[in-house]
């Protein structure tokens, strides 16, 4: 089956920003952003062996949300002055490695990836999300797995990385997949400073998990055993009911790229050159040889 690799570019950005610190050129250019990205996406195709991938960026807020909630991400700070150019080159980085970059005007990468998940799915094309958003939990089953290679998710020390499919995410959160919404509505996310209702991820788990889901649990408000939960519930009921509407991904926009045009084809010449400005020995050493080895197999192929 083939496969479709979506990554969530400013979470890997900063990732790798905050992961290698004190890094940059003879000219005294920062490059620990340009470096870890570059090494994580190319560590990605490796383990992962995707037809397809792209890079998913968020460009502004999404009028929806914002409407519904004013404050929302208002907590998050200013990206840091040393990451701002080494975004730029790393979204002009990303097409060499071989991916492309995808984005619309006020939407974020996570509905985009959902989009990209569904229509994928419905041409029987596995995928495979690298991410650490939330939201992106709800879309995991038989044909949607998420990437990862946080210690605590894999099943042991040896593993590089671990795949989530529908078995390790219901493990993760306590309820199926489709149901993380439910929790999230009650629980809130304070990443993005959506306000809950005082109720731990746990325990809305536990909740969902026995009424079946938000509908059901806030129709039965009355048979909820702990009275300070149902006193919760029942004052936090219309955020409840918004939250449930700002974690829903929106899943219904147009590809801004075609899915056929998303075949992963590094342009091994302009990579090298963009490295070798960042004066990354070993990886520029790693591309050379890798450039070489694929130059070999094109003109046997030709013969």
């Avoid at 952003?33 to 383990?47: N, P």
Wanted: proline share 6%.
């Amino acid at each position: 089956m083939m496969k479709l690799l979506l990554v969530d570019g400013h979470y890997y950005v900063y990732r790798s920003f905050f992961a290698i610190p004190n890094l940059s050129n003879s000219k005294g250019e920062p490059t620990n952003a340009i470096f870890g990205f570059t090494k994580t996406l190319r560590l990605m195709i490796k383990h992962l062996q995707p037809d397809f991938g792209a890079v998913l960026w968020d460009e502004g807020m999404p009028e929806r949300r914002v409407k519904l909630q004013p404050a929302y991400k208002e907590t998050r700070k200013e990206m840091p002055l040393p990451m701002v150019p080494q975004l730029d080159y790393i979204q002009k980085l990303t097409p060499l490695i071989g991916f492309k970059n995808v984005s619309l005007p006020n939407t974020e990468a996570d509905d985009l990836m959902g989009c990209y998940a569904i229509a994928a799915c419905a041409k029987k094309i596995q995928v495979v999300l690298a991410t650490n958003d939330k939201d992106l939990f709800q879309l995991v089953g038989p044909c949607v797995t998420v990437y990862t290679t946080a210690k605590a998710d894999l099943a042991s020390p040896k593993e590089a990385f671990a795949l989530l499919g529908e078995e390790q995410v219901t493990a993760k959160w306590g309820v199926a997949p489709k149901l993380i919404g439910d929790v999230l509505a009650i629980a809130g996310d304070s990443v993005d400073n959506i306000p809950g209702a005082g109720i731990g991820r746990n325990v809305a788990a536990g909740l969902i998990r026995e009424f079946g889901g938000l509908q059901n649990l806030l129709g039965s408000v009355d048979k909820v055993k702990s009275t300070r939960t149902r006193e919760k519930l029942a004052t936090a009921r219309e955020q409840i009911l918004q939250n449930r509407h700002m974690v829903e991904l929106d899943c219904n926009m147009e590809l801004p790229v075609p899915l056929d045009d998303l075949k992963i084809k590094p342009d091994y010449p302009r990579l090298i050159d963009a490295l070798e400005k960042c004066e990354f020995k070993s990886l520029l050493q790693e591309v050379r040889e890798e450039a070489a080895r694929v130059g070999q197999t094109v003109q046997a192929q030709l013969l």
